[in-house]
């Protein structure tokens, strides 16, 4: 079963513009991930954040945590067309287990 | 270095026969997943090794689902008797935590469809 909720479910935006998608969860967690998915297939790791950060960078990406709301938000500044992609959240319970996944948001970037 | 490979990358076989799919890890991580990927049900976690053991099992759909690891390395995921409902891309990812990495990089996964 999914550990949450990612909203929203799809996302339309120009070039240019920012994208924020959030994630819920519903237990104590040790970390949260975010992958990018292109075209139904792998997923490529963003970022991680431990439940004891509550804000990190990686160049256009900005991941916010708060275990008090148990939510997560993930922006991307000056989209790309590139960056069209479905993004999940996931999450961890300990340290090197297993990863609970959102139901993912599906980003459109216009051209 | 080399990221996880997975092989077939696609597999179509018929309902009721027996599958096997493999996973090559990053060479040196301890961990390995398995996930599989379909449209009603999402992502969804499987079975979990470190070293050559599995500690967790639970994501195992059913018992004709089952999963070995060898030399700390290699996984194979079997299906038997497979399902239209086995349907899905399955995922491997592995990770080091042991080492401080907690990040699980995934494989570009095996589409699986039963006929």
């Known amino acids: 079963s999914q550990q949450g909720e990612e909203d929203p479910q799809a996302l339309s935006i120009q070039e240019g513009e920012n994208a924020t998608m959030n994630c819920s969860y519903k237990t104590s967690i040790n970390n949260l991930q975010w992958y990018r998915q292109n075209s139904g297939r792998g997923l490529v790791h963003l970022i991680l954040i431990r439940s004891n950060e509550r804000e990190k960078h990686s160049g256009r990406l900005r991941v916010t945590l708060d275990t008090s709301k148990k939510s997560s938000s993930l922006l991307i500044t000056a989209s790309r067309a590139a960056d069209t992609a479905s993004y999940f959240c996931?999450?961890?319970?300990?340290?090197?287990?297993?990863?609970?996944f959102g139901g993912g948001t599906r980003v459109l970037v216009k051209p | 270095g080399a990221g996880v490979s997975q092989s077939p990358s696609n597999k179509v076989t018929e309902k009721g026969k027996d599958v096997e799919l493999r996973c090559d890890p990053i060479s040196g991580h301890t961990a390995l997943y398995w996930y599989r990927q379909s449209l009603g049900q999402g992502l969804e976690f499987l079975i979990y090794?470190?070293?050559?053991?599995?500690?967790?099992k639970s994501g195992l759909p059913s018992d004709r689902f089952s999963a070995e690891r060898t030399g700390g390395s290699v996984s194979t995921l079997t299906i038997q008797r497979t399902q239209q409902e086995d349907s899905a891309v399955y995922l491997c990812a592995s990770s080091a935590p042991g080492t401080g990495i907690i990040e699980q990089y995934f494989g570009p996964g095996t589409r699986l469809t039963v006929t």
């Open positions: 090794f470190q070293g050559n053991s599995a500690p967790d």
């Open positions: 996931a999450t961890s319970k300990a340290a090197g287990n297993k990863l609970t």
